[in-house]
Each structure stands twice: as structure tokens, then as C-alpha cells.
């Protein structure tokens, strides 16, 4: 089952996001920061708007993280050398807040409160088990919204960029797609670029820079290098969340637990009752896989090598591409509990639900487990 598609989504207004974090504005100062709504629109393609419409370089934005596309969302930006007034497009709105001597960075958010509507579903059980999600919490995986990057190549497209093979990693992300009549049809046009991209309407302004670099050097490395430095970024990512994720269900997998579906074709363990493992994983924190983590000593270390054996990256873990190294170190709390979790509405299949997650954290994942528990 498709979650996104069965359950929540059905409309923007079913999946309502509201950054929260403190700010400490002023009237003059090199940055200008922002409030941000957007409705069904991409907050990437929205920040290259506003860069296009402003004659500002992309660069010199800043964000804490990238917002769903089909949802109402509120985030903040900043942006060096701003306009102290508000901007609007189709689908979103910039209203101008004040000013800073320091711009956003990723992650710098304290969190987001989330209303969402949960649709077709049996409304008992689902508000029965966010009673027991209030309660025990669950377990903190990276959510569907980190893998759109490249949720429908055939690898993570960091997979094709670690050994080099640009052209493959090119194809792949530009010819994926949840529909296979139309991956099969843009396979067919590649190569052909007039006609690809007439029917790759859905292309950014910059992926078809990139194609249109492909097409007049025909070096896909350096197609590559057009994409915007958040996207690259963004692949690498994602192959670290998938890594990350599967770490986790692994460690879920040593207490009580049930599996339900996730991206491509995984399945995801979350726990479901109280015992010792979730308290130890309420307090721990997993280290992505990189080579830092390779050196350190942790809980559950053997799970992570045991990933980099069968991903057969070891010798790759201090790769760079395109200047940009692959594997960053870090770490992510393996499992949180919601804040102020409150049903505002139910009738006979649908419950609408309000609660804050702490930053990084994903509310699709607490509904998943809402759902499928």
C-alpha cells in the first residue's frame, strides 16, 4: 500500500507543516529572512524562482530542510542581501519578517507542527494506536519525502556516482518515474534531446540546464556539476538515509516487533509495546554510515559494518564527487516521542490529528505506524 496515495494527501490542505524556530530579528542586517508558504509546489523549484525573479544567486539562500510538495507548508528562509519586502508566485507567498546577521542553515529548526488528515482508515484503531505512539513514540526513520531524489531509479543514484559512471546516474534520474509507460517513453527519447525534453514537462529550470549541458558536451560529468550543489547534496543523502534506515530495522528487529512496506520494496520494523529496547532506543543515537563511524565504538556497531560489507563500500566511504564528499559523519536519534498529540476531528474513516516532531523528524512515519500497527 502506497501511504501517501491511500491515506494522506489526498489534498494540500490534508497535510498541513509549520516550521518552528526562534528567531531573533532585527531591522537592518546582511540577511534578510522570510516566512514561506507554499501550497503543492516543490520548496526547490520555489527557491529557484525567487532566485530567477530576485537576480540572486541560489547560493546565498538559506533553509533548514525542504518542505513536502503536495502539502501547505510554512517554513522560513533567508536570503543575503534580500529585499526588505514580500514576493509571490504561483503557489506561494514571501513575507518579509526582518533581518540578521546570519543566514538559516540545514537543521536549524527546532521542529515542525504538523495538522494532518488521515482518510480510509479504521478511525478506532488508528486514534487507539496514536495513543500508544503519544506514549511510547516510534521509531525514527527517515521518512518517504528524503528519497524523491531518486526513488524510482533502479539503484540510489549514489551508488552510480561512487564508481564514476555519470551517464548511467544521468539517465536513470532523468527517465524515472512512478509510471512505467512514461519511464519506458522518456528511455526511448533519450538522447533525442528536443524531443526528451518537450516531454519531460516536469523538468526544473535547472535539470534542463543540465540537459542542455549534456547535449553540448556530451559529458555527463559536467551535466552533472550543472546541477544546483542541494540536489547533489540530496543524493548523497538519500543513500545515507536508506543505509541509516536499514541499520535501524535491524535494531528494531531484536524486540517485539511488526514490518510494513516502505520505498523501494523494503520493509521497515517498528516496535509496538513497552519493553527495555525502547528505552535504549528513545536515548540513542545512530551514526550514519561513514568512515568516522567505521573508527568509533557504539551500540550495535556490528550492524553498521555488516551493512558496509554487503554494500561493498569500504573502500569508498571517503569518496568525493564533483568536490562533495559522499559519506558525511553525523548522527540521528533512533527514536522520538510527539509533542502535544491531539485529535481535532474524526467521522467514519477519516481522524484529523495535530503534533510536533522534533526536527528531522518525520510525521509520515508516525501515520505509517498509526496505520499499519
Not at 4 to 17: G, S, T, W
Not at 86 to 98: C, E
Not at 270 to 276: G, Q, T
Request: glycine share 6%; aromatic share 12%; proline share 4%.
Amino acid at each position: 500500500m502506497d501511504l501517501l496515495k491511500q491515506n494522506i494527501k489526498h489534498n494540500p490542505e490534508d497535510f498541513v507543516v509549520e516550521e518552528v524556530m526562534n528567531l531573533n530579528l532585527k531591522k537592518k542586517g546582511r540577511f534578510s529572512y522570510y516566512l514561506l508558504w507554499k501550497k503543492g509546489r516543490n520548496t526547490l523549484d520555489v527557491l529557484l524562482e525567487i532566485s530567477e525573479k530576485l537576480n540572486i544567486p541560489l547560493y546565498k539562500f538559506g533553509f533548514s530542510g525542504l518542505k513536502d510538495k503536495r502539502a501547505v507548508t510554512l517554513q522560513y528562509v533567508s536570503i543575503e542581501g534580500g529585499p526588505k519586502r514580500g514576493l509571490r508566485g504561483k503557489g506561494w507567498r514571501l513575507k518579509f519578517l526582518g533581518c540578521s546577521e546570519k543566514g538559516i542553515e540545514i537543521g536549524e529548526a527546532l521542529g515542525n507542527r504538523f495538522t494532518i488528515t488521515i482518510r480510509n482508515v479504521d478511525v478506532g484503531r488508528v486514534i487507539y494506536n496514536l495513543g500508544v505512539i503519544k506514549d511510547i513514540g516510534f521509531a525514527n526513520y527517515f521518512g518517504e519525502q528524503r528519497f524523491l531524489s531518486d526513488r524510482y531509479t533502479s539503484k540510489p543514484m549514489a551508488v552510480y556516482l561512487l564508481r564514476g559512471d555519470f551517464g548511467t546516474a544521468l539517465k536513470e534520474y532523468f527517465t524515472q518515474s512512478p509510471n512505467l509507460f512514461m519511464k519506458k517513453r522518456l528511455r526511448s527519447l533519450w538522447g533525442r534531446w528536443r524531443d526528451f525534453l518537450e516531454e519531460a514537462q516536469h523538468l526544473s529550470r535547472q535539470e534542463r540546464v543540465a540537459i542542455k549541458v549534456l547535449e553540448r558536451t556530451k559529458d555527463p560529468e559536467k551535466a552533472f556539476r550543472a546541477f544546483p550543489k542541494n540536489l547533489k547534496l540530496m543524493f548523497f543523502f538519500s543513500y545515507q538515509s536508506l543505509l541509516w534506515n536499514r541499520m535501524l530495522s535491524r535494531i528494531v528487529s531484536k524486540g517485539p516487533h511488526f514490518k510494513v512496506p516502505f520505498v523501494k520494496g523494503q520493509r521497515i520494523a517498528f516496535y509496538k509495546e513497552e519493553s527495555s529496547l525502547i528505552d535504549e532506543l528513545l536515548e540513542l543515537d545512530i551514526p550514519y554510515v561513514s568512515s568516522e563511524a567505521m573508527d568509533g565504538d557504539f551500540p550495535y556497531k556490528e550492524e553498521l559494518v555488516r551493512i558496509v560489507e554487503e554494500e561493498g563500500i569500504r573502500n569508498l566511504l571517503d569518496t568525493e564527487v564533483t568536490s562533495l564528499k559522499v559519506f558525511n559523519p553525523g548522527t540521528r536519534r533512533a527514536a522520538v516521542k510527539p509533542e502535544d498529540l491531539e485529535v481535532l476531528y474524526q467521522d467514519r474513516n477519516s481522524v484529523t490529528v495535530r503534533f510536533f516532531l522534533p526536527s528531522g523528524a518525520y510525521a509520515t512515519v508516525l501515520v505509517r505506524k498509526a496505520v499499519f500497527m
